[in-house]
């Protein structure tokens, strides 16, 4: 960004404090008239800041200028209609910046700690790199290139690495707009040959602002279950099970190849962040408040708007979703049958033929040893066992949905959230089976 706006005679400064001492800093130094910023649907410690600021800057007469985020509408109470301004939002021409040339020379303004300055530079290379040229290049080689198999390969954890978008992390970080994306697929020359692909990414586009939305209108699920009725669920917080989850070391190859690679890169695709969210609050039992922020912070493009819905949709607690329970055996037969991206991140595996590669707990001890891969020495012995476990949830749930008023308050945050589209499952009993995945 700073070597576009070089031309300008301009730059961008950033600081590290809280907010509400910026900006008395600041205003110690300089005249302020106005603030311009985007509206953030943000979480409840970034509204408080907010409402602070809000009254930081009443109180000294600055106006606070914050313009549309997106498709995303601010002070709306239901989505009645929201779909067709979406559409419109997405086709208006894109804002062009245009800034004047400041005469005089730039403030260097220098609050950064040098730990945040180290930690800066050490990013890690197997990160996606950051800024807003990346996402264009991305953009484009969505579009030539990488695009073509996005449906075919969406659901698997290798080849999604190289066929989905990939433009989360410069969406979340304000380096491109939901907009821009929009308009550069759909325009692309190669969107008639690649229609089913291409309108795949513009569905999941719509989807996000969707979220996002729906966040924007209710920030408290955050902290609470859209359906209150399952704040009643008694989740368990073992904490071995947390940190086996979150170091990837559960005995079960999908999930442990899934989260390492999670930690190391910051991104998997939709199913395996899913998958790795069933596991955690169906087979394991474990609250989703908590290791729903565990698993943000390694997301290089989280956002709290798809996070928390998806975190909720994934652990069955919103009443307006099917329930969801993915086997993870399944998923890895399913999307990584010869076992290729398990054993590039669990080497332990790495001798296993496509028989054990997703259940290693089949190995007998001879089988283990001419393997070298000793269950409980090499590789944990699984934590848990999916099929107990997921009787356990299923039981347990089913005790929410008989409770009486649980229909009534599912109705409600249908009302309030659920799409708009005609044919979609509405709140009745069959949103109250269990699907298995
Ligand atoms: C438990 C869980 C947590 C998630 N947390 C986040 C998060 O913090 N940040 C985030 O950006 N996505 C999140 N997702 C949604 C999805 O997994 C990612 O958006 C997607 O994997 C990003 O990769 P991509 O850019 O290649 O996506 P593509 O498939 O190329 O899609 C393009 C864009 O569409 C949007 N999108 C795609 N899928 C979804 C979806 N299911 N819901 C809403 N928007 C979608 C994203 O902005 C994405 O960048 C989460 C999903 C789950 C199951």
Redesign the pocket.
Known sequence: MNDGLKKYNRSVCIYEKEAIDTFKDLMSKHTINTVYSYQESGIGITYERDKKLKSLFNRNHIKWCEYQRDGIVRGITNRNGWDKKWFATMNEDPIHNKYSKLSGSVKNHNYLSKSLINKLEDYSTEFQSPGEIEGHKLLNS?AEIR?KN?SKY?SKPAE?RIS?????????WGNIS?KQ?YQYIKNHPNYNTNKRSFN??L??????????QKFEMEWQIETRCANKGFETLRRRSDSDHIKAWMEGRTGVPMVDANMRCLIKTG????????M??SFASYDLWLDWKNT?NL??KL?T???????Y???Q??SGVTGINTFRIYNPVKQSIEHDNNGTFIKKWVPELKNLDSSFIHEPWKMDPTTQKNNNCILGKDYPNRIVIHEEAIKFARNEIKKVLKTDNYYETSKKVFLKHGSRKRNTTRVNKKSKQLSLF
């Open positions: 969505f695009g996005y969406i999604s989905c978008g990939r433009i989360s992390p410069y969406l979340a939901v994306a795949g990414i569905t999941r586009l719509k989807w996000r602002d969707h979220f996002i991104w998997i695709n939709f199913r395996m962040r899913a790795l969210v729903g698993l943000a997301f493009d989280y956002e709290p708007g798809i996070h819905s998806q975190l949709m994934q």
